[in-house]
């Protein structure tokens, strides 16, 4: 479905939709097309258990740089993680044109993982549309690369103080990956190695990520995790999939 040459990974974004909806539906999600880009559709899978369960949303592929992300979400899906243990809401292709370009931006050069407060993308119109119609969520990750990091890292947005899920990611991508060891990352301050807490209120930012989007009008406990470009992308994937498989497990665990 993607090939692999040296450098950044080439694929192609209808070939990942197409497999991201054929995993999905084989592991019983609903498969809703939100929007279309380019002729690639902008993808919404979810998956409802009954009973009270953890209402869990994933988001990647906002940077069509960054192919680590949504690779990890499919082999998820594939592997059977997303079982009945929450009811899911996956978002893994934002940005198929970045993908098909291999850039940040979109077609008209926006960074969509800037445009949350403005609205000025189709791509985001489209999502935050979606976003509107869904039930609030306890839990959301944003997953992403970061070409300029020497190790893995994570912001984590909770308000609330609730149950912390940042320090066993940590731990547990460990094992896979070097955490980050800078104690200024993207020019915010570290809490402790490998984790952004910000003290400033991120609703006050001039230009919204997803994250604080989704802190805004979604959810009370917000991740997004990084790894860095320049290592392996199987490694990449493999640093992704610790972190998410361990919050997954924490966040169902009762």
């Known amino acids: 479905m993607s090939a692999v040459k040296a450098g950044p990974a080439v694929i192609d974004p209808r070939a990942l939709a197409a497999r991201f909806e054929a995993a999905g539906r084989a592991a019983g999600f609903r498969v809703e ?21 953890p209402r869990i949303y994933l988001s990647a592929g ?32 934002l940005n198929p044109v970045g993908f098909m370009r291999r850039t ?4 008209d050069g926006l960074d969509l993982n800037r ?19 869904q039930p609030n969520f306890d839990l959301t990750i ?25 320090q066993p990611m940590i731990d547990a991508v460990s094992a896979v990956c070097p955490i980050e060891t ?31 989007y989704l802190r805004a009008h979604h959810t009370r406990l917000s991740y997004t995790i990084e790894t860095p470009s320049a290592f392996p992308l199987a490694q990449r994937i493999a640093a992704h999939r610790a972190a998410l498989e361990t919050a997954l497990r924490l966040a169902t665990r009762g």
């Open 33 to 53: 097309p939100f929007g279309e880009i380019a002729d690639c559709p902008l993808l919404a899978l979810t998956k409802r258990t009954p009973g009270p369960r």
């Open 104 to 107: 940040r931006e979109n077609a």
């Open 182 to 212: 800078a104690t200024v990352i993207d020019g915010r301050a570290i809490d402790v190695p490998g984790i952004i807490r910000p003290v400033r209120d991120p609703l006050l930012r001039e230009t919204w990520p997803e994250a604080i």
């Open 115 to 133: 445009d949350y407060k403005d609205f000025r993308s189709a791509e985001i119109r489209a999502h935050a549309g979606w976003l509107r119609r």
């Open 62 to 93: 906002i940077h069509g740089d960054e192919p680590a992300p949504p690779l990890a979400l499919v082999e998820l899906i594939e592997a059977g993680v997303f079982d009945n243990r929450a009811v899911w809401f996956l978002c893994p292709l």
């Open 142 to 166: 944003c997953v992403h690369e970061d070409w300029e990091s020497k190790g893995f890292y994570l912001y984590e947005l909770n308000p609330n103080r609730g149950l912390s899920l940042a």
